[in-house]
T-cell receptor
Framework: AQTVTQSQPEMSVQEAETVTLSCTYD???????LFWYKQPPSRQMILVIR??????QNATENRFSVNFQKAAKSFSLKISDSQLGDTAMYFC???????????FGKGITLSVRP | GAVVSQHPSRVICKSGTSVKIECRSL??????MFWYRQFPKKSLMLMAT?????????EQGVEKDKFLINHASLTLSTLTVTSAHPEDSSFYIC?????????????FGPGTRLTVL
């Protein structure tokens, strides 16, 4: 079984600064995928970034990047140059190669202050 | 990109009535669709997984007879909340997984807010 843990319930960051959201996971599978989803006030789930476990290189999407530490089972999200539109709940999630069912963390509420 | 729609976006119904929520993949074929329930400020709880043409697989604790799921085609899945009660009030989200791709990525619908009076 997979587990995803987000231990910080909320964070706040000043506009234009950098913030890191933490996530740890546990799985017995060797082939798995990791995701960060954003859920703004509209509640539409938006994929922010994804990482294949077999890739050593950290994924990057514009201002969003991850720090994937496979041995430590850690998958943190770094948001650079934070913008007001980044205010949302962020969920860390994982699934395996054989099973596309997503396991979500509890989520973290991020507030970007003007 | 892949688009998933849900209808209705909001529904209010009286206790004891049934409500149907539709989930459609608009520009791709979805072999698998998922239904989630979400309470305010909480994470998504998977209710069931449905594969086209077969019976849905429900998560432990989800009442099959209360939450009827049908996945009759590769672009449409429906969730029917039968004999709805106030405790069924929630935000319901569907997602769909396509027939191709290597990331096991799910594409999410915009959600349906159900209020049972």
């Amino acid at each position: 079984a997979q587990t995803v843990t987000q231990s910080q319930p909320e964070m706040s960051v000043q506009e234009a600064e950098t913030v890191t959201l933490s996530c740890t996971y546990d799985t017995s599978e060797s082939n798995y995928y990791l995701f960060w989803y954003k859920q703004p006030p509209s509640r539409q789930m938006i994929l922010v970034i994804r990482q294949e476990a077999y890739k050593q290189q950290n994924a990057t999407e514009n201002r969003f990047s991850v720090n994937f530490q496979k041995a430590a089972k850690s998958f943190s999200l770094k948001i650079s140059d934070s913008q007001l539109g980044d205010t949302a709940m962020y969920f860390c999630a994982s699934n395996t190669g054989a099973n596309s069912k997503l396991t979500f963390g509890k989520g973290i509420t991020l507030s970007v202050r003007p | 990109g892949a688009v998933v729609s849900q209808h209705p976006s909001r529904v209010i119904c009286k206790s004891g009535t049934s409500v149907k929520i539709e989930c459609r993949s608009l520009d791709f074929q979805a072999t698998t669709m998922f239904w989630y329930r979400q309470f305010p400020k909480k994470s998504l709880m998977l209710m069931a997984t449905s594969n086209e043409g077969s019976k849905a697989t429900y998560e432990q604790g989800v009442e099959k007879d209360k939450f009827l799921i049908n996945h009759a085609s590769l672009t449409l899945s429906t969730l029917t909340v039968t004999s709805a009660h106030p405790e069924d009030s929630s935000f319901y989200i569907c997602s769909a997984r396509g027939t191709s791709g290597t990331y096991n990525e799910q594409f999410f619908g915009p959600g349906t807010r159900l209020t049972v009076l």
